[in-house]
T-cell receptor, first 112, second 111 residues
């Protein structure tokens, strides 16, 4: 079974803090994605990566950055957390050439 | 027009009912389609892929209508445990393989 693991289920951070969300997959997938999910807005793509050290902006990259130093790991960084970044963050991965994506369990981030 | 659209529902049905959801997509060149299920406060999980010829898995049937640009998910003999949000995923314009998701359709199956 594909396993996508996110480092935290729940996280509470203060405004202005730098926040790191980690995601690791064990299926040698080339593609990795970070989404956020908010009520009524669905899944919105923040960043994605096709390969190690490669990254592309998604639909809502502002206030975020990413890092992919190893194929299995994709990190999302909130440079200076703000209250409007309170959300459910979902990491996903897939093989190149398919949209069949597998999700991590999600991180529910609250910024106070 | 949004790339992928779904009726948010909720669809409220009794146990044993048959229920169907549609998902419309804007890009006529889309080739890949999937249905996901998402339980409350959990991650989306792959439910089934949608092939041109249709796909059936037990009580679930997925179909593709290219002419009208929509996919459908039919659930027969609904169970209480089918209560969830159902998301469709489509590959976006340009041939990339970034899943574009609909906002989901909420299903509530009641006794």
């Amino acid at each position: 079974d594909v396993k996508v693991t996110q480092s935290s289920r729940y996280l509470v951070k203060r405004t202005g803090e730098k926040v790191f969300l980690e995601c690791v997959q064990d299926m040698d997938h080339e593609n990795m994605f970070w989404y956020r999910q908010d009520p009524g807005l669905g899944l919105r793509l923040i960043y994605f990566s096709y390969d190690v050290k490669m990254k592309e902006k998604g639909d809502i990259p502002e206030g975020y950055s990413v890092s992919r130093e190893k194929k299995e790991r994709f990190s999302l960084i909130l440079e200076s957390a703000s209250t409007n970044q309170t959300s459910m963050y979902l990491c996903a991965s897939s093989f190149r050439g398919t949209i069949e994506a597998f999700f991590g369990q999600g991180t529910r981030l609250t910024v106070v | 027009r949004k790339e992928v659209e779904q009726d948010p529902g909720p669809f409220n049905v009794p146990e044993g009912a048959t229920v169907a959801f549609n998902c419309t997509y804007s890009n006529s060149a889309s080739q890949s389609f999937f249905w996901y299920r998402q339980d409350c406060r959990k991650e989306p999980k792959l439910l089934m892929s949608v092939y041109s010829s249709g796909n059936e898995d037990g009580r679930f049937t997925a179909q593709l209508n290219r002419a009208s640009q929509y996919i459908s998910l039919l659930i027969r003999d609904s169970k209480l445990s089918d209560s969830a949000t159902y998301l469709c995923a489509v590959n976006p314009p340009g041939g990339s393989y970034i899943p574009t998701f609909g906002r989901g359709t909420s299903l509530i199956v009641h006794p």
